[in-house]
């Protein structure tokens, strides 16, 4: 799946990836055993199957409103096929939700939009670890702070999953 992500300033970076230690060091399922360079805590505003790279220009013009506030509240579990996800909540504001419906009206276009990345069913989240068990994912609430606070959003970028490359789509879009 190609995306399209926020991401976060260094130091909220920072705490996100030591959610993630935590969770490795304890030898449960993380997303710091994903060694890739384009690994980064974020949140997902679209994704697809493909996403056209000739819309990265008006993508980036929505960048304007950054960087964009956000609270990384507390924990969110979600159901899969293949175990479950946790993650970090993100609390919405009008901002952020405008935002996101501006994606989603540069690309309209794009088929086969994820179901939950779409308006009104899109729940921002920064994900932790995928594939835990419902007894993991007891004991990674009880390893990891509740709240991290208000952080800045202030870089936008495009994952592109064949390639395995990202784009910036704002001028901090790498180094966030």
């Known amino acids: 799946m190609d995306s399209v992500e926020l991401l976060l300033d260094a130091s909220a970076e920072e705490l996100l990836r030591r959610d993630w230690e935590f969770l490795r ?28 790279d000739g819309m990265d220009g008006a993508l980036a013009a929505l960048a304007g409103a950054l960087p964009l506030p956000i609270h990384v509240a507390g924990l969110v579990v979600f159901r899969t096929g293949r175990g479950h996800v946790l993650a970090r909540l993100g609390v919405v504001s009008q901002a952020l939700l405008e935002l996101h419906r501006g994606v989603h009206r540069v690309l309209c276009e794009v088929p086969d939009v994820a179901v939950n990345c779409v308006p009104d069913r899109w729940v921002p989240h920064i994900t932790l670890a995928r594939g835990l068990t419902p007894a993991q994912v007891a004991q990674a609430t009880e390893l990891l702070p509740p709240d991290h606070g208000l952080v800045p959003l202030p870089a936008l970028r495009r994952w592109n999953s064949r390639e395995k490359t990202t784009t910036a789509l704002t001028s901090d879009g790498e180094h966030g």
């Open 25 to 52: 060091r304890a030898g449960l399922p993380s997303q710091a055993r994903h060694a890739a360079a384009s690994n980064r805590p974020h949140i997902t505003l679209l994704a697809a199957p493909r996403i056209p």
